[in-house]
């Protein structure tokens, strides 16, 4: 059995004292949480995305789930970087699978003439991923949406779901529901109207 070191310790005590914070809203937590993390994160989608800039989208999506999502993070169950690093690879995996490419594990480990000549070839990289005021501004911008989406009626969310979201066209969110085309079409540009009308008055940029 491995035993951690003091230091790596002292660092999941203070992740999971961060990951407290932003469960608070505390902006300043989530920016020192990014900057201590990201890099680690950025790693693990790039063995599964090989596409860096889709790397780096993915990498947003994970900060501005983790803003969402900080308040279920119990530290009993796991340690915070494993936490991190679960929705940093499911994250990844999702993208996969909405690109409809099959998910391909990459090595970012060069060798060279001996084992102590192995480099990462991340840390070459200067990240230009978005800063954490950006992954802010989205995670508001994602709770504005889902406030205006649930004001929809149920008939609407679906569509609108199926339609941007798994990306159907208006005949298989027709087929998918069962419902006639019209009303399927009728249903996907009345919710988009009430969509941008709700965002509008709250001040969502698009």
């Known amino acids: ?115 102590d000549d192995d480099h990462d070839m991340l840390q070459n990289f200067a990240s230009d991923a978005p800063g954490p005021t950006d992954l802010l501004e989205q995670a508001a911008d994602a709770r504005a949406l889902r406030q205006c989406l649930g004001a929809l009626s149920g008939e609407q969310q679906q569509c609108v779901a199926l339609a941007f979201y798994q990306g159907l066209s208006h005949a298989e969110v027709a087929a998918h529901l069962r419902q006639p085309l019209g009303s399927v079409k009728s249903w996907v540009r009345r919710g988009l109207m009430a969509l941008k009308s709700c965002l509008d008055r709250l001040g969502v940029a698009r």
């Open 1 to 115: 059995m491995t035993t951690a070191s003091p230091r790596s310790e002292e660092r999941s005590r203070d992740l999971a004292a961060l990951l407290a914070q932003v469960s608070l809203g505390d902006r300043a937590a989530f920016r020192t949480l990014y900057r201590h993390t990201s890099a680690h994160l950025l790693g693990v989608v790039l063995r599964i995305q090989r596409d860096r800039a889709q790397a780096e989208d993915v990498l947003q999506e994970v900060y501005v789930n983790v803003w969402r999502a900080a308040q279920s993070f119990d530290g009993r169950l796991s340690q915070p970087l494993t936490w991190l690093t679960s929705i940093a690879r499911n994250r990844a995996i999702d993208a996969l699978r909405r690109h409809r490419t099959e998910p391909a594990t990459v090595s970012s480990t060069v060798a060279g003439a001996g084992a």
